[in-house]
């Protein structure tokens, strides 16, 4: 991430709204004023509760984060993440001066427009999804946001999604651009295939929203706030999904002892997540972790004790990342508080690199595993199965949520774009239900 000017200091310490002026706190559709509101509760407060009582929300307790949700009690969903991500993220924010519930809203929903089955639903509805624009789950979270999420309506009484204020739209846009400025995309999915669907924050069919939120924004350009939830992102489920493993049986820390075993965890962080690193730096990364005081000395067997140890753990290397991240980013810029598009983060490389090796730890034993791949090619064809079938009778097939989006749809690639919406919303459990049905009792 590049770095800024350093911004100056003010003499006197700045209110909320002179740091986040009128532009920032406007919502797309203006609102009345409550009539019952408490004096103290801000734009961004209201916010972060729409999310927080957001259908969207509560469903992503039985969606994927690596493992099923159902396969265990203790491994991570996609809701218990987001507030993991949340608490890191606010974390962060409060050392750097940007708005804490602006960070934690984004954090809550930066997994919204994830479909069934995590990242692998992801690749098959953005390929089901062809003809109308392709299927991102960052886009797919401004759509819920914007429109699909039921919670307000404009004067033609259109749905307008949570009509959330601009500074947090902008904070939720990962990707800020669509899918034709996409760059390439690098890496592999966990079947070992290349990866081919491109990293975009918005469907064309959202650009009116997307042009509102990004008004006066440099094209590409992310606010700190965005960048905060992505860092929180990347070491919330780093740490987390090597704790998932160890707990679950298929990662010991102490594997890394070996060369060879580092060597291919290596070459899984370059093949998914860093092309550039060389062997020298992963070394480094693994000796910089393998110093911590809380690294264990011996093989998780599911006490207490060893629970906590690994607790313990995942707090340390956090609080690491986390401190390198707000020092350097200091560093750069002083002490003002850093909002909106007057700062960047800066990330040190070798924090890059340990965040790396961690993600590389979780994909190479888990994500790599066989049962995992035979569970991952049947969810495939499950959700490729699905579709078809909703696309060849939505009327009768949808839910009645998604009948006006139906009825105002002009042309085969807006009603198909209608099915991507119900399926995406979809749990892992309800997808398996609706394919019972509706694919079950046509076969």
């Avoid at 974390?91 to 602006?102: E, I, K, S, T, Y």
């Avoid at 800020?176 to 890496?187: I, K, L, Q, Y």
């Avoid at 199965?385 to 989006?405: C, M, Q």
Wanted: include cysteine; charged fraction near 25%.
């Amino acid at each position: 991430m590049t770095s800024m000017p350093p911004t100056q200091l003010s003499p006197t310490p700045l209110s909320w709204d002179q740091l986040y002026d009128a532009a920032a706190r406007e919502r797309w559709v203006a609102e009345p004023a409550k009539r019952v509101e408490a004096p103290e509760r801000t734009p961004f407060e209201r916010d972060r509760a729409r999310v927080v009582h957001s259908a969207s929300l509560r469903r992503l307790a039985a969606k994927t984060q690596v493992v099923g949700p159902q396969s265990d009690d203790f491994v991570r969903n996609r809701l218990t993440h987001s507030l993991e991500v949340a608490q890191v993220g606010r974390d962060v924010a409060h050392v750097l001066g940007c708005h804490p519930d602006v960070v934690e809203t984004a954090a809550l929903a930066h997994d919204l427009g994830h479909p069934p089955f995590g990242h692998n639903g992801e690749r098959v509805l953005d390929e089901l999804a062809a003809d109308c624009g392709g299927f991102e789950g960052n886009a797919q979270t401004l759509r819920l946001l914007t429109r699909l999420e039921a919670k307000s309506v404009d004067a033609a009484g259109r749905s307008i999604g949570l009509n959330l204020t601009r500074a947090t739209l902008d904070a939720c846009t990962k990707y800020p651009w669509r899918r034709s400025e996409a760059p390439d995309p690098v890496g592999y999915h966990s079947d070992g295939s290349a990866r081919r669907g491109t990293k975009f924050g918005v469907y064309d069919d959202d650009l009116g929203v997307f042009a509102w939120l990004r008004q006066g924004v440099p094209a590409r350009r992310r606010c700190v706030e965005a960048q905060v939830m992505d860092f929180a992102d990347d070491v919330a489920y780093c740490v987390h999904d090597v704790e998932d493993g160890v707990v679950a049986g298929r990662i010991d820390l102490g594997w890394l002892e070996s060369a060879e075993a580092r060597a291919e965890v290596a070459q899984t962080v370059r093949d998914w997540y860093l092309p550039d690193v060389d062997a020298d730096e992963v070394e480094e990364a693994y000796a910089a972790l393998r110093s911590i005081g809380s690294w264990p000395e011996h093989p998780y067997d599911g006490s207490r004790p060893a629970l906590a140890a690994l607790k313990n753990l995942t707090s340390d290397v956090i609080g690491r990342f986390c401190g390198s991240v707000q020092a350097a980013t200091r560093a750069a810029y002083g002490s003002a508080p850093l909002v909106r598009h007057h700062a960047d983060l800066v990330v040190p490389r070798s924090t890059l690199v340990e965040v790396g090796l961690l993600k590389g730890v979780a994909a190479h034993y888990v994500m790599r595993a066989d049962d995992r791949l035979r569970l991952m090619e049947r969810e495939r064809e499950l959700l490729s199965e699905l579709v078809t079938a909703l696309a060849a009778a939505p009327e009768k097939l949808l839910a009645p949520a998604f009948a006006d989006d139906l009825a105002a749809a002009g042309d085969d690639a807006a009603r198909l774009r209608v099915v991507i919406d119900q399926v995406a919303s979809l749990t892992d459990a309800s997808a398996v239900d609706w394919h019972a049905q509706v694919v079950g009792s046509s076969s």
